[in-house]
């Protein structure tokens, strides 16, 4: 007699690296300290974004009172052209006085007209800043406290390591050096544990019955290959990776000083 059988199987293959000489350890510190240094240079974008706005703002203030000065001085030159031009009626005065009185007080409606238009300009800025167009023009006159912050008396250096830009910078030696590391650990072969578990049987019936387990489990290792000296310069990379990175941080620690210098020196000769 003839009979037909049918042969089921359910297998699962896994794997674990064990990662003995720490490769993917450091890889996964480098993806970590890039993460962190991301997060740090979009709060370093948000301050610039707010000393920008503060900046315009305190000189949208700024342009009101010119505009004020201007406004006032057009009054103030009016009033002298009446004063001369009764002084050339009774004879006091002659008529190039009245025209150079004329002649000052064109200058200052021209002087009023541009610092309206400064003014406005402020405004427009502070519009585009926060996202705006000209439905954000209707900006109010500023009302600042126009108390001066005291600078203290001693300054440390240390305390740049507080801006979002210098820690970014310093984040990026941390991803570099980690970076640096899992390329030297690449020179290193792989070992994983891999198994294998899963059932086969004679018929589906007995599929999932204790006697049709299988399972497996044993070391694979992998060599690195050394590919026309692809994993030297893959180490070259990484290293030339942290020496930009060091670069960049002292650029940054630079420029930090100095901002902060000149800052220092421009409230000093404001005061």
């Not at 342009?63 to 004879?91: C, H, I, M, P, W």
Request: no cysteine.
């Amino acid at each position: 007699s003839k009979s037909i059988q049918s042969h089921a199987q359910l297998h699962a293959n896994l794997s674990w690296s064990l990662d003995l000489f720490g490769k993917q350890a450091a890889e996964v510190d480098a993806a970590r300290s890039s993460a962190d240094a991301a997060a740090l240079d979009a709060e370093a974008a948000r301050l610039a974004l707010a000393g920008t706005v503060t900046q315009a703002y305190v000189a949208l203030d700024r342009a009101y009172f010119l505009a004020d000065v201007a406004d006032e001085t057009v009054k103030q030159r009016e009033g002298v052209l009446r004063l001369t031009a009764g002084r050339v009626n009774s004879g006091l005065d002659s008529k190039a006085s009245d025209e150079q009185a004329k002649a000052l007080l064109a200058i200052a409606k021209e002087d009023l007209i541009r610092a309206n238009a400064v003014r406005d300009l402020a405004v427009h800025q502070i519009a585009a800043l926060i996202g705006r167009g000209a439905d954000a023009y209707d900006i109010s006159r500023p009302n600042l406290n126009r108390g001066a912050l005291v600078l203290p008396a001693v300054l440390p250096a240390d305390l740049l390591a507080r801006r979002a830009d210098v820690a970014a910078a310093k984040t990026r030696i941390d991803a570099a050096t980690s970076g640096r590391q899992a390329a030297h650990q690449a020179f290193y072969p792989d070992v994983n544990l891999v198994g294998a578990a899963g059932f086969a049987a004679i018929g589906l019936s007995a599929l999932f019955s204790g006697s049709s387990g299988q399972y497996g489990i044993g070391p694979a290792i992998h060599l690195p290959i050394f590919d026309a000296g692809e994993l030297r310069a893959k180490y070259a990379g990484a290293t030339a990776q942290l020496d930009e990175a060091v670069a960049s941080y002292n650029e940054s620690v630079v420029t930090a000083v100095r901002q902060t210098s000149d800052a220092i020196t421009q409230l000093q000769s404001l005061e």
